[in-house]
């Protein structure tokens, strides 16, 4: 704050002045600073800078140097800064903790008008800051505001500060809200707020902090909490959870020790399976992980098992986290046998890890065999070109082992040509043969999507990327977030970042490509964001049967398209399985002469639904799932 009387009088002389800052009652006063009192500054005219508390009072005095007296002209200016976390993308990280953190929306802004689902305790257009929360474990966590920090000069001024608390998920630019608090109604914590909702370990949850009102600021503590869960299912050994080829979220949060003890070994571990399918080099490593991490692998069984191997802090240049204090390991695997991988902490540390297995792998520069696409992913790249040349590797096992390490840098475009121009790199590979790639050029913001396809059947390709010049074992994986599971994308740094377009599983809207992938593309909508195609959003209202009674679902004309028939309580269904193949399902809907579209957009004959699948479901009116629906009119998809 700067005080000053610089400013002449106008029709009247100068006078000789002494300026100083005092804060208490009057009687009681005391001196801001050694900086709040001053005689001459310009001329015989005096200034004052101190640094002010939002809300508190400051007395100003204003005299005469040596009993002078006489007109003059006070003025006051202060330089305000905002939060450093008054926006998302500006979130300060933080833990657990009571505080977690001390904060103020003093001199904040409001988050932009559309940049956040409305939030409770009309509070969407009040100032607002930021944090970013990553729980280390499964469990329920509680966010609170009750409190003050200490030491608190400005809660004199603030004693109690109305909150408003918001918790998202997603990315500061496609925030979803999952939990809203105006008053918390606590003893000792009324109009502050507290949310409780289920945190996933390795995910991370944005915090938002305002006042209940638009113009309601002030200072705040920020209080966060976790109930640690009960041990991870994998705890032990004998319920080692199976793998292949791919990457898997994990936590060792209420984790014990089980294992043989050795110089090297996890400790808080947890388990997991792996039968490799043929003979080749396979690649582990924990990059991603959150905490310090031990792996180790073991063949035989659950109570003698024989080390393969054990790493604790993988080594420079050995793995795409080398020299960090995560861990890597390699080994030749004998197909048929069972490996068993345990992970951990070197010690008492628990929390969020990943798990990334490639292989095993045929020798580097095996294409995939000719054919029709089988296997395919999206990706997308987020950011432009930086003219900076790169790599990538793609495996399947048992089938393809694929990379080019010096890509020709791009230098010029937007993410759309840094995606063709990958796209480009990987059609090169193989000669078009086994391996293919397809870019899409979208407009903003659905810019820089791409898919790869391999022929190699039943087997998932990983996609690894980074610098040129590194070996492919050193190459980042990109994770693959498996139907939305609780995996971190976009941890992998490529030119500038890359990450797969997660998938849902479901085909609701029939055109022969996952929900999930539609969605992100735009060739769906989903405007109240529960992952089904706004198009087919009416195919999913409940419809209850006036008589239930036992039904069964069960294969019938698969050569049909779905449509249900009702014959003495049991109903038959034609199936189109939803693992079709890229290259069937295009053959598909040329058959029926039609482009992709939701089934549900043309009329169906009475009773007429879609499912997908291949099993036979008994159900009773008594059991979880209710009975099968009988619809009648236009069509839906169950």
């Known amino acids: 704050m700067i005080v000053d009387t610089c400013a002449p009088c ?5 006078y000789d002045t002494v300026l100083s800052a005092y804060t208490g009652p009057c009687g009681n006063l005391t001196q801001v600073s050694p900086t709040a009192c001053n005689d001459n500054v310009c001329g015989t005219r005096s200034q004052i800078t101190f640094n002010a508390i939002a809300g508190q009072t ?29 926006l998302c993308p500006n979130a300060i990280v933080v833990s657990n903790g009571s505080p977690a953190a001390c904060g103020s929306t003093i001199c904040a802004t409001p988050s932009p008008s559309g940049t956040i689902p409305t939030p409770c305790g009309n509070s969407v257009n009040t100032p607002d800051v930021w944090y970013a929360y990553t ?50 109604l606590l003893p000792g914590c009324v109009n502050q707020s507290q949310v409780t909702f289920g945190g996933i370990a390795g995910v991370t949850y944005y915090i938002r902090a305002s006042g209940a009102g638009a113009a309601t600021v002030g200072y705040f503590q920020l209080n966060i909490s976790q109930v640690v869960p009960v041990s991870p299912p994998n705890d032990l050994c004998a319920n ?63 109570g003698s098992l024989s080390l393969v191997g054990c790493n604790n802090d993988a080594a420079v240049g050995a793995d795409p986290c080398g020299g960090s204090v995560q861990s890597f390991l390699t080994f030749n695997a004998m197909g048929g046998t069972t490996y068993y991988i345990r992970v951990g902490s070197p010690g008492v540390i628990t929390g969020a890890g990943m798990l990334t297995l490639v292989g095993p792998n045929p020798p580097l520069g095996t294409c995939p065999p000719a054919g029709p696409p089988v296997y395919c992913r999206w990706y997308r790249i987020v950011g432009n070109p930086n003219c900076i040349k790169w790599g990538w590797s793609i495996n399947s096992p048992c089938c393809a082992n694929v990379a080019n390490t010096n890509v020709t840098a791009v230098c010029s475009g937007d993410a759309n040509t840094l995606a063709a121009a990958f796209a480009a790199s990987i059609n090169a590979a193989c000669g078009g043969s086994g391996l293919s790639a397809m870019a899409v050029a979208l407009s903003p913001p659905k810019q820089g999507r791409f898919e790869i396809c391999t022929t190699c059947p039943g087997a998932p390709f990983t996609l690894s990327v980074g610098a040129a010049g590194v070996v492919p074992q ?74 239930p009674q036992p039904q069964t679902v069960a294969p019938w004309q698969p050569d049909r398209p779905g449509c249900l ?60 799932g209710g009975v099968v629906p009988r619809r009648t009119g236009a069509a839906g998809a169950l």
């Open 474 to 547: 050193n190459l980042c994986v990109v994770p693959t977030p498996g139907g939305f599971n609780p995996v971190p994308v976009g941890w992998c740094s490529f030119n500038p970042d890359i990450e797969e377009i997660p998938t849902t599983g479901q085909d609701a809207n029939g055109n022969g490509v996952d929900d999930g992938v539609d969605i992100d593309l735009g060739t769906s909508q989903d405007t109240n964001g529960n992952l089904i195609p706004d198009e087919v959003e009416h195919c999913f209202a409940p419809a209850i049967v006036t008589e």
């Open 240 to 302: 080692a959870t199976p793998i292949t080829a791919g990457t898997y979220a994990w936590n060792n949060c209420g984790a014990n020790t089980d294992g043989p003890a050795a110089a090297c070994q996890p400790l808080r571990d947890v388990w997991f399976k792996f039968v490799a399918p043929c003979s080749g080099s396979v690649w582990l490593n924990t990059c991603g992980s959150a905490i310090n991490t031990v792996m180790s692998v073991y063949t035989g069984a659950c």
């Open 10 to 14: 106008p029709g009247f002389p100068t």
């Open 565 to 624: 028939r009702e014959r003495h309580g049991a109903v038959r269904l034609s199936l189109v399985s939803r693992r079709q193949s890229p290259e069937r399902r295009r053959q598909y809907l040329r058959r029926h002469h039609r482009q992709p579209q939701p089934r549900c957009g043309r009329p169906c004959r009475r009773g007429q639904l879609h499912r997908r699948g291949e099993q036979r479901v008994r159900r009773g009116h008594h059991d979880a």
């Open 135 to 184: 729980p280390q474990c499964n469990g329920a966590v509680t966010i609170n505001t009750c409190g003050a920090c200490t030491p608190c000069p400005i809660c004199v001024a603030y004693p109690m500060y109305n909150t408003v608390l918001s918790v998202y998920s997603g990315q500061c630019s496609s925030l979803n809200q999952i939990a809203c608090n105006d008053d918390a």
């Open 58 to 86: 400051y007395l100003i005095r204003v005299s005469g140097a040596s009993g002078a007296y006489g007109f003059f002209a006070i003025r006051t200016i202060q330089n305000t800064t905002v939060p450093p976390n008054d």
